[in-house]
């Protein structure tokens, strides 16, 4: 008996993110879906491979300030704001987690 299953493509990473949980999303996918859409010249998942090819890693990406990330062609003040604000809550999530690990 074949196995017909099909490599399943999505055209956004958020419906791999969907079907497959956040752990099978790279980087640049987790990061497109932050980005959400693009501009009329490049897409989100462009935009958001362009970042990571710049700063390394998301790591690398963590560090930069709002005003350096703002000037990026594609990301405008909402995006930056909730790229942002998903790093904080990543640092909140490490702080507790750190000060939690000893207790």
């Given at each position: ?5 099909k490599k399943q493509t999505w055209k956004h990473p ?90």
């Amino acid at each position: 008996m074949k196995n017909n299953i099909k490599k399943q493509t999505w055209k956004h990473p958020g419906g791999k993110l969907r079907e497959l949980g956040a752990h099978k999303c790279t980087d640049e996918e987790l990061l497109a879906i932050l980005i959400s859409t693009g501009d009329k010249n490049r897409s989100a998942e462009e935009i958001a491979k362009d970042m990571m090819n710049k700063y390394g890693s998301i790591r690398g990406l963590a560090h930069q300030p709002l005003n350096k990330l703002i000037k990026i062609k594609g990301l405008g003040d909402v995006k930056v704001i909730r790229i942002a604000a998903a790093f904080e809550m990543a640092r909140r999530i490490i702080k507790d987690a750190l000060n939690n690990y000893d207790k």
